[in-house]
Structure formats: C-alpha cells, structure tokens
C-alpha cells in the first residue's frame, strides 16, 4: 500500500514559480504511474501532469505545457512539480496521485492512491 505526502503549496504572485513535492512510501508495482491534479473551489478535478517511474515519460494538460515541468527522484521516491509563470487560474488544491496502469491516464479514475493535497494559490 503506498502513502503519498504533498508538500511546497503556498501563496504566490502571478508570474512567480513553486515547486511541489510528493514523498511515497509503501512504493509496490501499484504506483507505475505518478500523477499531479488539481481542483479548484466548486470545480471537478482536473488532470495536470504524470510521468512513469521507470523510463520517466510524462504527459501535461494543454493549459501548463511549457510552464509545468513533472520529475521524479526514484532514490528519494519523490516525485516533483516545477510550476513556473504561475497564474491566477492555477489556484487550486493540489494531489499527488499514483497508478498501477502501465500506460499515462488523465483519468482520475485510473488512480488508486492519493495525497492530502496542498493548497497553491496565485494573486492577481
């Protein structure tokens, strides 16, 4: 069973970059797939970014392609996102997520495990 712990969410100004981490722990071939989602206030949650463990092919939403960078530090078990030229509409809780898929799902449903989320928020 994998535990997933977020940290590095906080209050920023639009254009400013954080950078988020998940520490797992339990890590078992039911965590192949690493994903970060997001869910603002009266939203559904959305899809932002997975990346496979082994061979580190990623996958992004179209709306932070180019300002989002997913990785992963397998001797750490962490997994990251830099989030760079942040915007307002990036504020939202956000979830670390693992899978036991061997393909990237952009389906929350094809996640078993999840974080506690972490709140980012950017001012205008």
């Known amino acids: 069973q994998a535990q997933l712990v977020e940290s590095g969410g906080g209050l920023v100004q639009a254009g400013g970059s954080l950078r988020l981490s998940c520490l797992v722990s339990?890590?078992?071939?039911?965590?192949?797939?690493m994903g970060w989602f997001r869910q603002a206030p009266g939203k559904e949650r959305e899809f932002v970014a997975a990346?496979?463990?082994?061979?580190?092919?990623?996958s992004y939403a179209d709306s932070v392609k180019g300002r989002f960078t997913i990785s992963r530090d397998n001797a750490k078990n962490t997994l990251y996102l830099q989030m760079t030229s942040l915007k307002p509409e990036d504020s939202a809780v956000y979830y670390c997520?693992?899978?036991?898929?061997?393909?990237?799902?952009?389906?929350?449903?094809?996640?078993?495990?999840w974080g506690q989320g972490t709140q980012v928020t950017v001012s205008s």
């Open positions: 339990g890590r078992t071939s039911s965590n192949s797939i």
């Open positions: 990346i496979r463990w082994i061979g580190g092919s990623t």
């Open positions: 997520a693992s899978s036991p898929r061997f393909t990237i799902a952009t389906s929350a449903r094809s996640y078993d495990y």
